[in-house]
C-alpha cells in the first residue's frame, strides 16, 4: 500500500507517543502509590499523590507534543482523537487506521516495557499495571465521566489549533490531563483512550467494564466534532496535528486526504 510504504514512519511515532505515555504513567504510580516506595510514606495524602502524578503525566503529554516525532505525527496517541480528525477529514482514511493501529500496539508495548522495567511491583494492587476501572459510584456515573473529559479535550484541541493559540495546543492539553487525573480519576480511572486501557488491561487481566473505555472517549471527541462544526469553521491549513508550526513533514496537508 502507498501509504503504508511512505507514512509508517509516522505510524511508529504514535506508537512510540502512546508507548511513552504508558512507560510514564507505570513508573509514577509505582513511585508513588507502591507501599515500598520512600514517596509513599513521604506523602501519605492520596489526593496530594493523585496530583503528583497528574503533573507527571501532564508533562509527559507536553513533552511528546513538542518532541520531534511527536510533531511530525500530530501526536494524536489516542484512537478517539484520530476519529474525531477523521470525522472532520483532518487525516485519510487508512492513515486513521494506521494510527488507530499503531496506538494499540505502542499502548500494549509499554505497558510490557514498564513490567520488565518494575519488575513485580507493577503487579502489585497499590500499582496494578495503571490499570483503569470505575470507581465507587459506579460504571454509569464513569460512562458519564469519560464522555464529558473526551468531550472537554476534544473541543480544547480544536478550538487551540483554530486560533492564534496553536503553538500552545499541547501545553493546553498537557493541563487539562494533569487537571483530570487529579480530579476526576477517582471516578473512572481517568482513561479518555481506549487504547491506554487496553494496554493495562492486556497484562493486568482486569476488564472491568471494558465496553465503557471502548464506547464513550470515541462519543465523547466525535461529540465535541459536530459542536465545534457547528459553532465555527475550520481555520485555513487547519489538519491533524497537535503542533503544527515546526519543520517536520506533515502527512495530513501534503496532497489530497483519500483512502
Same mark, same amino acid.
Given at each position: ?36 516506595? +520512600? ?28 518532541? +520531534?516525532?511527536?510533531?511530525?505525527? =500530530? ?10 480528525? *477523521?470525522? *472532520? ?80 495546543? =499541547? ?42 473505555? *471502548? ?45
Amino acid at each position: 500500500m502507498t501509504r503504508l510504504r511512505r507514512h509508517w514512519p509516522e505510524y511508529l511515532m504514535e506508537a512510540w507517543g502512546l508507548g511513552t505515555f504508558m512507560v510514564s504513567a507505570c513508573v509514577f504510580t509505582a513511585l508513588l502509590e507502591h507501599p515500598a516506595s +520512600p514517596m509513599r510514606s513521604l506523602l501519605p495524602d492520596a489526593f496530594v499523590r493523585r496530583a503528583l502524578i497528574g503533573v507527571a503525566m501532564g508533562v509527559t503529554a507536553i513533552g511528546i507534543v513538542y518532541s +520531534p516525532w511527536g510533531q511530525q505525527s =500530530g501526536a494524536h496517541i489516542n484512537p478517539s482523537m484520530t476519529l474525531a480528525f *477523521l470525522r *472532520l477529514g483532518r487525516i485519510a482514511p487508512t492513515d486513521a487506521a494506521f494510527y488507530v493501529a499503531a496506538q494499540f500496539a505502542g499502548a500494549a508495548m509499554g505497558v510490557l516495557v514498564s513490567r520488565v522495567v518494575l519488575g513485580g511491583r507493577i503487579a502489585d494492587p497499590s500499582v496494578g499495571f495503571a490499570v483503569t476501572v470505575p470507581g465507587a459510584a459506579g460504571v454509569a456515573t464513569a460512562f458519564g465521566a469519560e464522555i464529558a473529559i473526551s468531550f472537554g479535550m476534544m473541543l480544547l484541541v480544536l478550538a487551540s489549533t483554530g486560533s492564534r493559540l496553536a503553538p500552545w495546543t =499541547g501545553v493546553f492539553c498537557g493541563i487539562a490531563v494533569a487537571l483530570y487525573i487529579t480530579f476526576e480519576a477517582p471516578l473512572s480511572g481517568m482513561s479518555m483512550n481506549p487504547a491506554r486501557t487496553f494496554g493495562s488491561a492486556v497484562f493486568a487481566d482486569v476488564w472491568t467494564a471494558f465496553w465503557v473505555y *471502548l464506547v464513550a472517549p470515541p462519543a465523547g471527541m466525535l461529540l465535541a466534532t459536530e459542536v465545534h462544526r457547528r459553532r465555527s469553521h475550520a481555520a485555513p491549513g487547519a489538519c491533524a496535528k497537535l503542533h503544527h508550526a515546526n519543520d517536520r513533514r506533515c502527512i495530513h496537508c501534503a496532497g489530497r486526504l483519500t483512502a
